[in-house]
Nanobody, 127 residues
Framework: QVQLVESGGGLVQVGDSLRLSCAASGRTYSNYAMAWFRRAPGEEREFVASISRFGTSTYYADSVKGRFTISRANVKNTLYLQMNSLKPEDTAVYYC????????????????????WGQGTQVTVSS
C-alpha cells in the first residue's frame, strides 16, 4: 500500500507559476513509476506527465510540453510538478499516481496502469 498526498495548488493568474508536490509513504518509493493527471470541471481525467522510477525517463502531454516539468526526489519520497506559463485551461484538480513497475525506464501514461492515487489538489488559473 502506498499513500499519496498532494499539495501546492492554489489560485494564480495567467502566466504565473506553481509547483505541486506529492508526498509518498508506505512502500519503497523508488519501486514506483509516478505520474500527474488532472480533471477539469465536466471533463474526463487526463494525463499530464509521468516519470520512471529513477527519473531517467519522462513523458508529457502535448498540452503541457515545454511549460511543465515533472521530477522526483527519491530520498525525500516526493514527486513534483513545476508548472510555468499557466493558462486558464490548466484549471483542474491535479492528482498524483503511483504504479509499481519492474523496469527502471518505463513511465506509463494510462490512468489504468496506476494503482495508487492521491486525493488531489486544486489549481485555478484566473484570467
Amino acid at each position: 500500500q502506498v499513500q499519496l498526498v498532494e499539495s501546492g495548488g492554489g489560485l494564480v493568474q495567467v502566466g504565473d507559476s506553481l509547483r505541486l508536490s506529492c508526498a509518498a509513504s508506505g512502500r519503497t518509493y523508488s519501486n514506483y513509476a509516478m505520474a500527474w493527471f488532472r480533471r477539469a470541471p465536466g471533463e474526463e481525467r487526463e494525463f499530464v506527465a509521468s516519470i520512471s522510477r529513477f527519473g531517467t525517463s519522462t513523458y508529457y502531454a502535448d498540452s503541457v510540453k515545454g511549460r511543465f516539468t515533472i521530477s522526483r526526489a527519491n530520498v525525500k519520497n516526493t514527486l513534483y510538478l513545476q508548472m510555468n506559463s499557466l493558462k486558464p485551461e490548466d484549471t483542474a484538480v491535479y492528482y498524483c499516481a503511483a504504479d509499481r513497475v519492474a523496469s527502471g525506464t518505463v513511465s506509463p501514461v494510462r490512468a489504468n496502469d496506476y494503482e495508487y492515487w492521491g486525493q488531489g489538489t486544486q489549481v485555478t488559473v484566473s484570467s
